[in-house]
């Protein structure tokens, strides 16, 4: 539910969140629940403010009970160091919240149980979304880390599968935490979402990916020069599979190996990239090889 604009970013309301803040009006918690909106916003808009600078523009913001996703909808850069500066830029704002409620507080300019709650609730939102698991901040910081390790699709599935392991947790907790009466129902309603968030992180990762290859001689034209990553792989091995393994700001040289272990040719990172898209993705590496040498 989109309820407005800002320098033409849609500032749209989750239906979570939506439910929440009416569920805190008929409890009597309207005025904290309005709160907890602003902090969000700040939240999220510290994110937009920071991809603006490493020019990626976003689209919208979608506003959850845990924080927001921010989303655009052109090209997702997943460069590493840029997506952990993005989505620490959250939390970070959080804390500065809390400090300069803190500093504000000797002075009464905010009524002390206003100033507490603000300062709980930020601090709550700041280190809750620092958990290494996605779709949290921290899982987009995991990702980052993990990316240059394993690729960006591996990464995404790992952050993600952690992910849904926290929201299982964190579903039963609540669960059995709601039965005894000692938590609320908005623990296991936010593990719920937490698990649909990560799920569709995992079914979003492999568009990503396809994108971030079309691009791939960009960003080679952009940097100038890369280093390289060298992979082994068996002729009969499908780009697909080849793709999975490449890594940002890398140009990959894959060395085909034949059934005795020897190296018997070898293929760019381009060519591999023009096959998956021309060929298609169960294109054998073996078919674009072109046999240029031979060790042994």
Same mark, same amino acid.
Not at 68 to 96: H, K
Not at 177 to 192: D, M, Q, R, T
Not at 262 to 282: H, K, L, Q, Y
């Given at each position: 539910?989109?309820?407005?604009?800002?320098?033409?970013?849609?500032?749209?309301?989750?239906?979570? !969140?939506?439910?929440?803040? +009416?569920?805190?009006?008929?409890?009597?918690?309207?005025?904290?629940?309005? +709160?907890? !909106?602003?902090?969000? !916003?700040?939240?999220?808009?510290?994110?937009?403010?920071?991809?603006?600078?490493?020019?990626?523009p976003?689209?919208?913001?979608?506003?959850?009970?845990?924080?927001?996703?921010?989303? /655009?909808?052109?090209?997702?850069?997943?460069?590493?160091?840029?997506?952990?500066?993005?989505?620490?830029?959250?939390?970070?704002?959080?804390?500065?919240? %809390?400090?300069?409620?803190?500093?504000?507080?000797?002075?009464?300019?905010i009524?002390?149980?206003?100033?507490e709650?603000?300062v709980?609730?930020? %601090?709550?939102?700041?280190?809750?979304?620092?958990?290494?698991?996605?779709?949290?901040?921290?899982?987009?910081?995991l990702?980052?880390?993990?990316?240059?390790?394993?690729?960006?699709?591996?990464?995404?599935?790992?952050?993600?599968?952690?992910?849904?392991?926290?929201?299982? %947790?964190?579903?039963?907790?609540?669960?059995?935490?709601?039965?005894?009466? %000692?938590?609320?129902?908005?623990?296991?309603?936010?593990? !719920?979402?937490?698990?649909?968030?990560?799920?569709?992180?995992?079914?979003?990762?492999?568009? +990503?990916?396809?994108?971030?290859?079309?691009?791939?001689?960009?960003?080679?034209?952009?940097?100038?020069?890369?280093?390289?990553?060298q992979?082994?792989?068996?002729?009969?091995v499908p780009?697909?599979?080849?793709?999975?393994?490449?890594?940002?700001?890398?140009?990959?040289?894959?060395?085909?190996?034949?059934?005795?272990?020897?190296?018997?040719?070898?293929?760019?990172?381009?060519?591999? +990239?023009? /096959?998956?898209?021309?060929?298609?993705?169960?294109?054998?590496?073996?078919?674009?090889v072109?046999?240029?040498?031979?060790?042994?």
């Amino acid at each position: 539910m989109q309820i407005g604009q800002i320098g033409g970013i849609r500032i749209v309301f989750n239906p979570f !969140f939506a439910i929440l803040l +009416v569920l805190l009006g008929l409890v009597g918690y309207l005025p904290h629940g309005l +709160v907890l !909106f602003g902090i969000v !916003f700040l939240h999220e808009l510290a994110h937009t403010i920071v991809a603006s600078a490493y020019g990626l523009p976003l689209s919208s913001i979608e506003l959850l009970p845990f924080g927001g996703v921010a989303s /655009s909808e052109g090209f997702q850069n997943p460069d590493p160091f840029a997506e952990a500066m993005i989505a620490l830029a959250g939390p970070l704002t959080n804390g500065f919240l %809390c400090l300069l409620a803190l500093v504000v507080a000797p002075y009464g300019v905010i009524p002390a149980i206003w100033n507490e709650y603000f300062v709980r609730a930020n %601090c709550v939102m700041g280190l809750f979304n620092l958990l290494p698991a996605l779709p949290l901040d921290g899982g987009r910081i995991l990702r980052g880390y993990l990316a240059l390790r394993m690729g960006y699709r591996r990464a995404t599935e790992r952050a993600a599968f952690i992910g849904k392991v926290l929201a299982v %947790c964190l579903g039963l907790v609540g669960g059995v935490g709601f039965y005894l009466g %000692c938590i609320n129902v908005s623990l296991p309603v936010l593990a !719920f979402f937490i698990y649909i968030s990560a799920g569709r992180e995992q079914r979003m990762a492999g568009y +990503v990916l396809v994108r971030y290859l079309a691009r791939k001689r960009q960003e080679l034209e952009e940097n100038g020069v890369l280093p390289t990553e060298q992979l082994v792989a068996y002729g009969d091995v499908p780009v697909k599979d080849i793709v999975r393994h490449f890594v940002p700001r890398r140009y990959h040289i894959i060395l085909v190996m034949d059934d005795a272990g020897d190296i018997v040719g070898f293929a760019t990172e381009m060519e591999v +990239v023009n /096959s998956f898209f021309e060929r298609g993705i169960d294109t054998p590496l073996q078919a674009i090889v072109r046999y240029r040498y031979h060790i042994g």
